[in-house]
Every structure is written in C-alpha cells, then in structure tokens.
C-alpha cells in the first residue's frame, strides 16, 4: 500500500508495476490476432526460447515497434507448421499473423506472448510478394530476357551452378556421361550453396564469375537436388532472378522441388525440373542435331542416287530412241540399196549388151580395113624394092670409081714422101760422125777422170790427187802437183 | 578438309546443299562435288558430336587473370 511521506502519497515501484498489471490484465483479457513484420526472430538456440522483434512500416518507415515471446514449445509447434505448409521454417523478414497475448510482468514490463502463427497469411504473403516480383521483371522488360537467348546448336559447354558433394550434380554427370550415342559434353563446376539464406547471393557470385569465361560456355546450369524442399525462397529473390534473366547465355534449371515454380525457375532459358531431366534435355538436343545431320544425309544419298537412276533412265531410252531409229534408217537404206542395185545390174546389161554390139561392129569394120590395107601394102611394097635396088645400083657405082681415084692419088704422093726422108736421113748420119767422142779427141781434145769420173771442174780437183787422162789411142795416169784456177769461174 | 569449319557453320551449309538437292537445283554434273562436299560436312558434325577440346587450366587461368 502507498504510504504518506510529507504531505504526499508515495508508490513503491512494485506497486505501480502491480497496478500496471492490474490494469492491463483487466483490459486485455483475452488474446488478439495482430499482423506485423518479423524483421528478427532471434531464436536463442540454447534456451529454445524466441524473442522476435515486431515492427510495422508505413512507406519505409517504422512507426510502431515491439519485442514478443515465443517460448520454445510454442516455437517447436509453429515452426513445423510452417515447414509443412511453406516449405520454409520460421525466419527473419517475413510478414506474420499471429495470435498473443498482452501481458505486464513487474520485472519483464510489457510484452507480446505468442501464441500461434498462422503460416498461411504468410504463404499468402510471400505470394504476393512473388507476384510482385514478376510484375517488376516484366515491367522492366527482362523475365523474358533469357528465354530469348539464341541457344547454340550443340549445348555441350556446361557451366554448372552447384554443390560438389550433391547428389543432383552427381544424378546429372553421371546421366550425361552415360548417353548410349557417346556424345560428349564438357562441363566445369562453379561451387556454391543452393539453398538458405546465404544462396542469393553466393550464386549471384557465380554466375558473375561465369561471366568473366562466358565465351568458354555455351550455357549455365543450376544443379540441385537431394536437399530437401526447404530453404528455396531464394529462388524467389528478386535480385537472383534479375540476375538470371539478364545472364548472356542460356541458363538451364534442374532445382529438383516438388513446390511451387519459382520465379528464377521462370525467368530461367528452361527449367528442366531435376538434374536428371536437365541432363536429358541436352542429350536430347544432341541427339536431334544427329537426327538431322543423319536425315540429310540420307537425303543428300538418295536424291544423289536418284537423280543418277533418273540420268541412267534418260540415258536408257536415248539409246533404245536411237538403236530404233539407226534399225529404221537401216531397213529403209537397205531396201533402197537393192533397189539401186537393180537398177544397176539392169542397167549394166544394158550397156553391156550395147557395147558387145558395138564392140562386133567395130570388129568387122576392122577387119575389114585390115584386110584393105595389107592389100595396098604389098603392092607398095613391091613397087618400094625396085626402087631401092636401082638406087643402090648407082651408089655402089659411084662410090668405086671415087675410091680407085683415091688408090692412084695415094700411091703418087707416098713415093714422094719417101724420098725427101732418104736425103735428110743421109744428111743427119754425117752429123752424127763429127760428134763421136773418138772423133773429138782425135781433134786434140781430152778427157780427165778423177776415181773413174770425168773432172768437169777444177774445183773437184785438189793436189796429190791421181788423174786418168782419156785422149786419142791411150789413157795416161798421172799426180796432180798443183792448181791454178783462172780468174773466170 | 584444310578449312577449319566449326559444325555450326558445316550443319548451316550442310542444310543449304540439302535444299538445293531436294529442289532438284543441281546439275548431274555438280552432284558429284556437291555429294562429296556434303560428306565432308557431315563428319565435321558427326565428330563435333563425340568430341569437346576445352581445356580446364585455360578456365581457370582466364578467371584468375580476370582479377580472382
């Protein structure tokens, strides 16, 4: 009770905290469905216990704040509530409708006790939420963005977006290692978390490094699987879903979740689902390019082998159109060769049977003309031999008495010649007498011999040498005991 | 085959030769080059199919040059 201390009514603190109480508790009697935004839950793992802070915004800014309660069994209860129905336990940032209790404590002062969530306002919530996102990206221009990414032929460069130790990211290489075509895909992992709070921005992480090797790429892929469905409002997330969007090359998702799209999913070139149905796809792809290559080919094999058959056909009937022809030419030709043929022959009697005719007429004048001329011949020929003979008579005649003319004319003139030989001849052999060697050296002329050869010199002649001197009746010998040589040579 | 043709490019003029043959737009003449030719473009597509030549180390040397 309050006591008087100098004229004035004093309150001890309990009192007014028991007051406090009174009065709250009279007024509040019973519990209040409220909504505002759990901007933290600050769950304390030791105790179990809960104290979220509660705020209410009104255009960005708080205008009402207070901190509740929520015990751990309360906690425990709600939470698996919101597992089941969200498929995300209870966490910060999230709008709430919930149901407390007002309540005074002299020690605690007020407070908000907790004592049920209602997960479906927050579903209801984070949709809206969602939809809101969607609306901006399309508002933007960008959740079609990837969609509209020209997807190469042959996906085969695969950037993957996932956890090394995951059994989505095992599902996936071992599926597109194990095609029955033996088609071949490179892939390189880009390691990040893929659920939870920390996923937003760790796989924006990756995905800019991807950026950096885009060229190395041919798409992106985001692998998951084996995690359970919770913790995937990160695929939710605005900035993530931007990201993804406004990515260069074809980004493919296999999230493997069983709840509703989400809307990185959406924006996503395709969503596969699971890693399974992701590898599948791209094996897919793979084999429709090798449907194609196989189609043209039989294509290109068979109108090759067609258009040969048609060439053959073409070539074919030409032959048969011109052996006919050459057939019709031939018989037509033939026919027209007897023909001529016969009229040839025909022809040919004819002038054979004219020429004969010709030839016997020919004949009989011939022999007859003959006949003529060997008649006038020989009477020719008869008058010819007495003129030879007469002419021949008087050649002979005259040709000897020209010839005893030449006989006397001979015999005169040879007398003649013989006797102006004789008298020249007679001369001459006096001649003769006056040169003989003998008759010379009876005139007092001799010859000297030097080794039996006539000395013609004196210079073949030199003193002591032995000289033979040749003259009329004798040889004398003598030794030459000097020279004199004239001055004449 | 000298030219280095990606397999995109052999599938583009793979197709082109199949629609020129399909509408009849060669000469018996020109088949037999065209025939060959198409051949050629096939491999190209069919081996780009079973075989990747991406290097690993170049990945990772190109991120750390970029600043990693």
Redesign the interface.
Known sequence: MSEIIQDRQVFSLLEVARSIQKTISDRYKSSYWIKAEMIRLNHYKHSGHCYPDLVEKRNGTVIAQMRANLWKKDYERISKKFLETLKEPLKDGIKILFLAKISFEPVHGISLRILDIDAGYTLGDLEKEKQAIIERLRKEGIFDRNKRVKMPLLPQRIAVISVETSKGYSDFQKKIADNPWNFRFFHFLFPSVLQGDHAVAAIIAQLKRIKKVVNRFDIAAIVRGGGGDVGLSCYNDYRLAREVALFPIPVLTGIGHSTNETIVEMVAYRNAITPTDLADYLIHRFHEFLLLVQKSARTVRESALRMAAEERRKLQAEVKLLNSAARNVSIKNSAELKACMERMTQHGRFICRDENQNIRQARMALERAATKLIANNRMLAGQHARLIVREAYFFLRDNAQRLTAAQSNLSAKSLAMIRENHAALVNAGRNVDNMDPKNVLKRGFSISLLNGRPVVHVDQVKAGDALITLTSGGAIESKVESINKTDTP | MSESLN??EA?EE??I??AE??KGE?T?DA?SE??KR??QL?KI??T?????D?D?N??LK??EE?G?
């Open positions: 397999y995109a599938f793979l197709q030769i199949v043959i399909e060669i018996v088949l065209k025939v198409a051949a096939i597509c069919k780009k199919l079973a075989s990747t991406e690993v170049q990945i190109e991120l970029s990693e």
